[in-house]
């Protein structure tokens, strides 16, 4: 008998390539099945996503087929948001998704699409596949929001922008103007319509992967089951299987990083990093770098070009460097390392000196970092992670965060320094409760993981459902 077949749909960017990319790592593995996946590119022929699907082709077992995107400049408008793009770009492929699904031997039986791709969910159906499910890369609070959105769309009044009272999800965490996620906050641009569309589209699916685990967020995954309106909503089965996080890079030895940070104390250094594509502007960096400073603790800065020097190409890495405050460098010499280039950030996290993590919270962050016990200055800028930053402060209690969005004011030296403190310096209580949490949820995701833990049993209980193992 043929392996059993699943094709997984990644939408155009690396950040929806690299969560798909994983999940089929975890599926091969741990389920034995053949795993194809499919990667829409963003078509703008850049060399960085063609090497690094390249790359990711070489170290996993699954088979990946670049799907080159279509032209949709007339689909859109020409102020369209990356969002509505992809989402509008994902449509477009139907047909190509389709043949290329019709193509492959043995013929697949199951799809998954990420969050992004639910348009093309009909290609399944199409081709007469057993079922077809959506991969939340992201939290349950999140999927919550997003099958509640088309509710809120039919009540809530204005713009979600000037809301004054928290908006309410059966069963959830209301969520107030500093979690709301960053496109659904005007109605009339085309990004908040796809985002209701998506949220409608979610329940048409066989059921929802998403990346957290039982132990997490136990709370809201009852809700999504168990409330009798969300419940309504969701509709289909929903199935926590994380943390999926990427495994360890290889790291070629000697390396700056790792030869600095094996000379730190244990837990002493805080790692400040915000993703592949945050930047902050000049004015916050300036002040990012005096709070570190003044903070008097050790870190590790993944810099990189402030806001205002974008786009320009001809900013070197000498001249990022030199946009920090006259002298930093030489008075935080031994104390701290910045680095410009790009950090291979799972090793990092794990590296037994790091003790804090001020990150974006974007979601695969933090997984990175809560599996590693460290605990999180959450410094949101865009997309859900304010919301995230919300999550790791007041529900699970494994971060601090900035009194006001960064995204919206320059944060000021004194907090920054009084956050850094709070989450690496051992003489304070609320950063030692904060510290003793993230260790106790990196135990809890590894229990997850481990055979008959809740992830581990989710995610056969959901191959059983659709006859991918027996
Ligand atoms: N990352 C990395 N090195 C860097 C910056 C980012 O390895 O210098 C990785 C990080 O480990 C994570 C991903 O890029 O896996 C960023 O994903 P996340 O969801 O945290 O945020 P995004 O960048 O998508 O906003």
């Given at each position: ?67 080159p995107s279509m032209d949709i400049d007339n689909l859109v408008e020409p102020d369209a948001t990356v969002f509505t793009k992809i989402m509008v770009k994902v449509r477009a492929m139907k047909s190509s998704v389709r043949d290329a699904v019709e193509s492959m031997k043995p013929k697949p ?362």
């Open positions: 008998m043929d392996q059993p077949h699943a094709v997984l749909v990644a939408s155009p960017g690396l950040g929806h390539l690299i969560p798909i990319l994983e999940l089929g790592n975890r599926l091969s593995s741990v389920l034995n099945v053949q795993v194809t996946i499919l990667a829409v590119t963003s078509g703008s022929s850049s060399s960085t996503e063609t090497e690094a699907i390249r790359a990711a082709a070489a170290r996993t077992a699954c088979q990946i087929t670049e799907l039986t199951v799809m998954i699409v990420d969050f992004l791709g639910t348009g093309l969910m009909s290609v399944a159906d199409d081709l007469g596949l057993t079922a077809k499910y959506v991969y939340v890369p992201s939290h349950a609070w999140f999927l919550a929001m997003m099958v509640y959105l088309p509710v809120w769309d039919t009540t809530v009044e204005g713009e979600y922008v000037e809301i004054k009272e928290p908006l309410k999800i059966p069963g959830c965490k209301p969520m107030g103007r500093k979690e709301l996620v960053e496109t659904m906050l005007y109605r009339s641009d085309q990004q908040y319509k796809e985002c209701v569309r998506a949220g409608l589209e979610v329940p048409m699916s066989d059921g929802v992967l998403v990346n957290t685990w039982e132990e997490l967020q136990g709370n809201t995954l009852a809700a999504l089951k168990e409330d009798e309106e969300l419940s309504r909503v969701m509709k289909v089965p929903v199935y926590p299987i994380g943390p999926i996080v990427r495994s360890k890079e290889h790291v070629e030895k000697p390396n700056t990083i790792f030869e600095w940070l094996d000379k730190q104390r244990e837990r002493s250094v805080v790692y400040v990093c915000l993703g592949s594509g945050g930047t902050l502007s000049l004015e916050q960096t300036i002040e990012l770098a005096w709070g570190l400073e003044l903070s008097g603790q050790r870190f590790l800065w993944i810099l990189r070009r402030p806001a205002s020097y974008l786009g320009s190409s001809s900013i070197d890495d000498d001249q990022v460097i030199a946009s920090l405050p006259e002298g930093f460098l030489d008075r935080t010499c031994g104390v701290g390392l910045v680095v410009t280039q790009w950090a291979p950030q799972v090793e990092i996290l794990s590296h037994r000196s790091i003790g804090g993590f001020l990150s974006h919270c974007g979601w695969s962050s933090v997984l990175e970092s809560l599996t590693n016990g460290v605990p999180i200055m959450a410094w949101p800028l865009y997309a859900e992670q304010w919301m995230n930053a919300t999550l790791l402060t007041e529900e699970i209690g494994v971060a601090v965060r900035t009194s006001e969005l960064p995204s919206e004011r320059v944060i000021g030296r004194e907090e920054v320094a009084f956050l850094v403190r709070k989450i690496v310096a051992e003489e304070d209580e609320e950063g030692q409760r904060i510290r003793a949490k993230a260790e106790e949820v990196r135990v809890s995701s590894e229990r997850a993981w481990t055979k008959g833990g809740s992830s581990h049993s989710s995610l056969f209980e959901w191959a059983k459902g659709c006859r991918l193992v027996s």
